[in-house]
């Protein structure tokens, strides 16, 4: 029967020259190797050359005594230590070495009666010479007597052997796999001495697979040496040991390397793992490596085993098979992409393009910061030196330094053809450092739309135009490094979903995926544009599976535990590839990696999904900074919110409000419906007052939700029609979740918006609308107060609390021209109407989304408004846990205090820029809640906000009379419930 070829263990090349023979054999061979005589020492020290002439002279047993005795003059004794008593540092010095090595052939070598002596006088010499490196080569030379390596193993200390010499020789010595075990768990490390890996190799080529519990009880102190080795052993117990070892990047890798060599065996080890995220993952890269091996080995598989790996393989035959595009097919960039096409040619250079009159200075006023943007010079004289400021401008577009870029940006938007003037030298001349970067910013200008850039070129004749056409034609696909990067193991083609060209027919081929990797490799996020390759491979290929693609290849890159320095290319090809579904996939993983310590992803994924999500991505980073349980995040998020409500000319509230999905409703005589298709039969979905859609029929029969297709109905229709509702319940949910709690601060804040905006939200939103008419609203005149309360009735006219029909008072108008502000009444300002507000919501049955006429009310004593301190909540205890929910509660969290790596403080800001301040003792650590359960609140105080120090000062307390009823309410609401029993 033949051996099965995982079975086999291959010596790895790097230890195949040293490996010693250890195993008997005549005096010719020997004498083979011997050939070359090596110099003499010319320390005077006994050499290999001595020991041939102590065996040829007196015999083996003689060149072992001496042996053993310049061994012993190696070992140095050092002092008492730590009452360890006497401690050997022996070690066989590197002079020794070919002489244990030379004896060692001779030994072996002896006739049997030499031989028999040789043995009986090197365990003379263990009794004589007891260090452990001079019984350890002596254990080296006794071929026969494999209880003395086991005895020297049982009595090993890595804390005497100094530079892991001992450990050596044992390793020389050991021959089976019980030793290489003992072996393991007592070696501390090892290392490579004088790159001699002759020890290393002769272990490994006797033991062969059985150094697997050697290499497991070394793996804490000499990991590297460990998973260098694990993935070269023929053993269960190596790759099991690999797959618990998963989640750094190392046992990632050695784990894939041991699936190249042992495919069948990983495959069957990884499918009956437990499941998790890291295991997982490296399954569906070897499945997907090798399907043809994977499928031949359901059988060998567990009933669990063989259902994770078919859900990873996917039906065999049950949809025909994707075509694989011909190079004829493909673009030229990837059948020979640029780096190695010879017909790209150079671009042309122009040395003498006249150089524009100067226009540009640095700002010269107060104080000018290091991102500042240049200006237009009051005269060519005053000028700064041109060619360098422009170059300055167009190298910050690219800048990491999200300042720096941004004032290129506008620099460039600003002064578009006076920038480019100034460019063309740069970027048509001969080779220089700013070349590429000028270059680049030709092609951005030009992409953006901003300027005509070869009617600039042309002003400087027909040469200067054909030039910087044929600039803009090569799209920037000969700047590319000169050393292109490799794919890396979890980027492998065979591991990614599939390339499709436009028209969805033919796939691209692995070496084709493997070029776009590349590309994708020399591109950042932080470049204006991805490499010119990148446009190339967008324009030929399907929208959709280069969304999958991009997924995937993210997907991947996140199993393997984020492998490259920063935030790497395969996090950015999400915004170069990207759609509405990746961004919807990107949501969830971006609210939970703050609390994994990946909040620079968090931050760069709310930019992704702000350029591939639309209004959709936007209104989840809103959300975001709005909700995050993580003050960084929430504080990045709304950063985020407010660029881009300053480039649509809004506020961040204003521009949610625009954002509010209407999930494809419109309005109908029921109110908000959207029609359903099942073929013979049509549905039509409504929506009820808490958004929760349902479907009424032809008869007009009302169903939670859509009946089962029957046998007459259209079943694709239907199965569209059925994962539509699904959508439609899932997304409504979460509108009316986030809006409700939206709706909420904006009572507690006191927002208020316009008569035009509050009829375009809350009167003919189809779905805001419904939201609307369960709360109480109000019209607030120039001071804040209060008008006059209504609510919005069932068909969208206004009631007072009379019942009466409201109209609003333009007596109360605004600077623009409306009717005054209208906002959410909270039920401090209604004063005695609250109970016949309250009244009224009980009779017409009306649900309120949050609590608003029936919400608890607080109020300050009139000692508490004349003093700083609330002393009504200090010297209370409270769980710890209780206050972290305090800090992570709406409208709280703001600046907390730190003493000792403890958080002591947690703050609520409040209008004014002045912030309430709940300060506690001992103080918590957010990861160590366990450490201190319980705190006990010091003090709480009203300051205004110190922007020197970041949070309020005790010194400046401001009276808690400064608190509005509203807040004041909301605050001693908070705290009631955070120290209630």
Known sequence: MSEDPEDRFELPRKFQRGVLRRERCERAEIDELAAVVADPDVRGKATWRTIDLIVAEEGPAAAVRAFAAVTDADVRYARSSWGHGSVYHSQISDVRWPMMLRLLDLVRSAADEEYAEAVATAEKMRAEYPSPASRAAMSVLALDRPQWCSADIAEYSADDDFDNYTARLLMLATTTREQARELGRRIRDWTWVNDDRRAEGTFLATVGAGADEFLVGCLEQSRWHALNLLPKLPSELAVNTLIGELGPRDAQAALLEAAKRFPRRVLRLLAEAEPATQVDYVLRLHVTAQPGMARGELSALSAAGRKRVEALLGPAGDNAPILVAAAADLPRILVTPPWEDRELGKAAVLKNLPVPTPVFCWPTRGHV??????????????????????????????????????????????????????????????????????????????????????????????????????????????????????????????????????GRRLALPASAVRLVVQMLTISSRRDIAPYGGVEIVKESCDAVSLAEFAWGLFENWAGAGYPTKKLGWAFDVLQWFGDAETARRLVPLIRAWPGEGGSARAAVGMDVLIAIGGDEGIREVYDISQRSQFGALRDDAAARIAIVATARGLSADQLEDRLVLDLG?????????????????????????????????????????????????????????????????????????????????????????????????????????LLGRRLVWGQFDGSGALHEAFRIAEDGTLADVDDERFVFDAGLGDTTGGVGAIGLVHPVTLGRALPRWVEICHDYEIVQPFPQVGRPIFALTAEERTASRLARFCDVTVPTDRLLALHRSPGWGTMPQWEAARAVATARRVPGDRLLIVQVTPGYRPGSLADTPRQSIRDIWLSPLDTGHGYGTRTRALPLGDLDAVEASEIIADLTTAVAP
């Open 369 to 502: 910061p290091s991102y500042a943007i240049p200006e237009i010079a009051p005269s060519p004289e005053e000028a700064d030196e041109q060619g360098r400021l422009v170059a300055t401008m167009a190298v910050r577009l690219n800048s990491e330094y999200d300042r720096y870029a941004e004032s290129a940006h506008i620099f460039f938007r600003r002064y578009p053809e006076d920038a480019i003037r100034h460019l063309l030298p740069l970027a048509l001349g001969p080779t220089g450092l700013g070349l590429r970067k000028a270059q680049a910013a030709v092609r951005f200008v030009a992409r953006q739309g901003w300027a005509d850039v070869l009617a600039i070129a042309a002003e400087s004749g027909p040469e200067a135009a054909h030039a910087t056409q044929a600039l803009l034609e090569r799209r920037g696909l000969d700047a590319f490094p000169k050393s292109m990067p490799a794919v890396p193991l979890w980027a492998e083609p065979a591991s990614l979903p599939p390339i499709l060209l436009a």
């Open 665 to 769: 409703a419109g309005r109908g005589a029921g109110g908000c419906t959207l029609p359903l298709d099942y073929g013979p039969r049509r549905f039509t979905v409504g929506f009820d007052e808490y958004l929760q859609p349902f479907v009424t029929d032809d008869a007009g029969k009302r169903r939670a939700a859509l009946p089962k297709p029957a046998a007459k109905d259209d079943a694709a229709l239907a199965a569209r029609a059925q994962a539509r509702f699904t959508e439609l319940k899932k997304d409504s949910k979460t509108l009316a979740v986030r809006q409700a709690a939206r709706l909420e601060r904006a009572m507690v804040t006191g927002r208020k918006w316009s008569e035009a905006e509050f009829r375009a939200l809350f009167i003919e939103h189809p779905l805001m609308r």
